[in-house]
């Protein structure tokens, strides 16, 4: 599947069109030649931190950052390490690239790309083949390589019942999703994919739930005070009420508010021929179009709910039929 399917709303309420932010982690390929592979793909002007972050500014889509996603190499942490040990270290004297070699073993290099018109998803797709045709290795690569992929989306309203219903859909949907990922099992016991706990499906898919934003965002923050979630609605909840969220004991310094639904997936399949953005986005459209269908997202709930000891979220064999739907045109 190749195609980038459309959403059900395309624009957002003030009538511009919905963004989508991506970022990909992979292996076996340098932050350099990342960076070449934005600049030749989308312009801009290569700059480095250290070895350790690189950007792409000024590119037609904005700002790219390549990094190996590890603070402590990013911040330079190791330093103070060093000295507790008693070993002083000139930070210029060559130790980054060292670190930075060693790292991208294990830690992942994670492409950051500035939010774009989901429209132009086909051309960050055009990147994703690039760096694969460089070398680039995604997450079934080798058992070290926990990567993920992340989609932030730009949400179509900041509307409670708009929301409360996308949270419906993804719970429902949730281990759907999981097997159209082929997410293996070691991925499933990370904290990465750590599921909403059964009490908040509960409660959220209950037909009377109806709350304003502030008990929405209240009962997000009862059940899931961690960025932990498939779906972590932390960003967009702060840039609705900052200060509710912070009040709450959450990740404060690493919860970045902006108006966007945070998919968090568990594998980064960069590598792999048959494999491109366009799958993981078109999951998530079918996220939004069960949310968009307001009976069949009715009935499924109640379905579930009248289901007891019946996996939240996993969808019956007479569902899966209805669920094509959502991926026609």
């Known amino acids: 599947m190749t195609c980038f399917m459309q959403l059900p709303e395309t624009r957002t309420a003030g009538d511009e069109i919905r963004r989508v932010g991506v970022e990909m982690e992979m292996a076996q390929i340098s932050l350099p030649d990342m960076a070449r592979a934005v600049q030749r793909a989308f312009g801009g002007r ?84 690039a760096l694969r045709n460089k070398g680039a290795l995604g997450t079934h690569a080798s058992l070290l390589y926990a990567f993920g992929l992340q989609l932030n989306v730009e949400a179509a309203c900041l ?69 932990n979630r498939p779906l972590d609605m932390l960003p967009l909840f702060t840039h609705v009420d900052r200060a509710r969220v912070m009040a709450a004991p959450v990740e404060r310094h690493l919860v970045k508010p902006r108006p966007a639904f945070h998919y968090r997936l568990p594998n980064c399949q960069i590598d792999e021929p048959d494999w491109s953005l366009a799958l993981p986005w078109n999951d998530w459209v079918a996220v939004e179009r069960l949310a968009d269908d307001r009976e069949r997202l009715a009935a499924l709930s109640e379905e579930v709910l009248a289901s007891p000891g019946h996996a939240l979220g996993r969808i019956g064999d007479r569902w899966r039929s209805a669920l094509v739907e959502l991926f026609q045109d």
Request: hydrophobic share 40%; glycine share 6%; charged share 30%.
């Open 46 to 129: 290569i700059e480095s931190d250290n070895p350790f972050v690189v950007h792409v500014r000024g590119t037609r889509h904005g700002d790219f950052q390549l990094e190996l996603d590890s603070n402590l190499l990013k911040e330079r942490e190791y330093l103070k390490f060093l000295r507790r040990l008693g070993v002083e270290v000139d930070p210029e004297a060559g130790l980054d690239e060292v670190l930075s070699d060693l790292a991208g073993l294990v830690v992942p290099h994670e492409l950051v790309a500035p939010p774009v018109p989901w429209t132009a998803l086909p051309e960050l797709d055009e990147l994703r083949e």
């Open 159 to 227: 509307e409670a019942g708009y929301l409360r219903d996308i949270l419906r859909a993804f719970l429902l949907l949730h281990e759907w999703l999981m097997e159209r990922g082929e997410v293996d099992l070691s991925r499933r016991f990370t904290p990465y994919v750590n599921p909403f706990p059964g009490r908040y499906a509960r409660r959220i898919l209950a037909a009377d739930y109806a709350p304003d934003m502030a008990g929405l965002i209240d009962d997000y923050l009862r059940d899931n005070p961690t960025r």
